[in-house]
């Protein structure tokens, strides 16, 4: 697979990389932890080179899955894990204070087994504690060698630009897709402006746009897709006019339209990695096939054309996950 460098910094990884939260969060029961970790070196033997976890995803659990899949290759990957959500009784809670990241950063170190997080996202943006004092604590870690690089998830630009000025972002991480391409207004400019690099999650729709929702499917109760808007029944119905355009395309180009949904991304920025996560090879092969279709500049402007002309149903968050977005 060929690589890609996240923006002007020095940190290259493989154009695709793979999302591992679902593996035991989000969507549904756990996935079977020895599959998990086959299919985690499957990836890697396949050229992906960048794995994305955090320490809410399981809670905790998902960051040793992924330290232990990667122990034998560990020189050769580039690990990605998160900080700022913690949490109390059950429930998620953001802290970004000083004492909270190192305590956070510590306990990563050990769940994935390493001696340095390759790239070290704020999670979410906390209200409570000032931005420079979060990417200031970065910075003394990265000075420790705890940390090499600093990113955020879910960041407002403003937000972005005061962190960049007291220490470097090398990536933002942040949903975008065909269906949710919000991003590219004010984001994707100002990350080029500043030579910050994007690593997209859910570029798949969280499954949207594979073609194999519609809406009689039915989801686990513990599966957060429930509590999507977009996800409503009626939305899911009115959002099928997106799947049939993906259709048309992918059958165009005689691939998927999950192959389709990705090389779309892909061919937005050079400097945009997605991260698309799965449980199952078939998919893992179907999406790493992806890096490798070209559309071309006639099809990206009939894309963007056809898509000018669909109006998506639903918001992509409930209120309380909107609530979590940085401004």
């Known amino acids: 697979m060929k690589t890609r460098k996240l923006g002007n910094s020095n940190?290259?990884?493989?154009?695709?990389?793979?999302?591992?939260?679902?593996?035991?969060?989000?969507?549904?029961?756990?996935?079977?932890?020895?599959?998990m970790i086959t299919l985690i070196r499957r990836a890697f033997d396949k050229g992906v080179t960048f794995f994305d976890t955090a320490e809410v995803y399981g809670p905790f659990?998902?960051?040793e899955l992924v330290g232990e899949a990667l122990a034998p290759i560990r020189d050769e990957v580039?690990?990605?894990?998160?900080?700022?959500?913690?949490?109390?009784?059950?429930?998620?809670?953001?802290?970004?204070?000083?004492?909270?990241?190192?305590?956070?950063?510590?306990?990563?170190?050990?769940?994935?087994?390493?001696?340095v997080i390759d790239l070290y996202y704020q999670h979410r943006v906390d209200p409570d504690v000032p931005i420079e004092e979060v990417a200031g604590t970065v910075k003394e870690l990265i000075d420790e060698g705890k940390v090499k690089h600093f990113g955020m998830s879910e960041a407002g630009v403003q937000t972005i630009r005061r962190a960049h000025?007291?220490?470097?972002?090398?990536?933002?991480?942040?949903?975008?897709?065909?269906w949710w391409r919000q991003p590219e207004e004010q984001l994707l400019p100002m990350l080029e402006e500043l030579g910050i690099g994007f690593v997209p999650f859910s570029p798949l729709g969280k499954g949207f746009l594979t073609g194999e929702i519609d809406e009689n499917t039915t989801f686990s109760d513990d599966d957060y897709r429930n509590t999507v808007p977009r996800f409503d029944k009626e939305n899911r119905t009115a959002n099928q006019q997106l799947v049939a355009l993906l259709g048309n395309i992918a059958n165009d180009h005689g691939v998927t339209r999950a192959q389709i949904a990705i090389a779309w991304v892909l061919a937005q920025k050079p400097w945009i990695v997605p991260i698309p996560g799965t449980t199952k090879l078939k998919h893992l092969k179907s999406n790493i096939a992806a890096a490798n279709i070209k559309l071309s500049t006639g099809d990206l402007d009939q894309i963007d054309q056809a898509l000018s002309n669909i109006e998506i149903q639903g918001v992509r968050y409930s209120k309380e996950h909107q609530e979590r977005v940085g401004n």
């Open 11 to 35: 940190l290259e990884v493989s154009a695709l990389g793979l999302g591992c939260m679902g593996m035991s969060h989000g969507y549904g029961p756990a996935a079977d932890q020895q599959e």
């Open 61 to 63: 659990v998902n960051e």
């Open 78 to 115: 580039t690990i990605a894990t998160k900080f700022g959500i913690k949490m109390e009784n059950g429930d998620q809670t953001m802290d970004s204070h000083p004492e909270q990241i190192r305590r956070s950063v510590d306990g990563s170190l050990r769940r994935l087994n390493t001696d």
């Open 165 to 178: 000025t007291e220490q470097p972002v090398t990536a933002v991480q942040s949903e975008y897709s065909m």
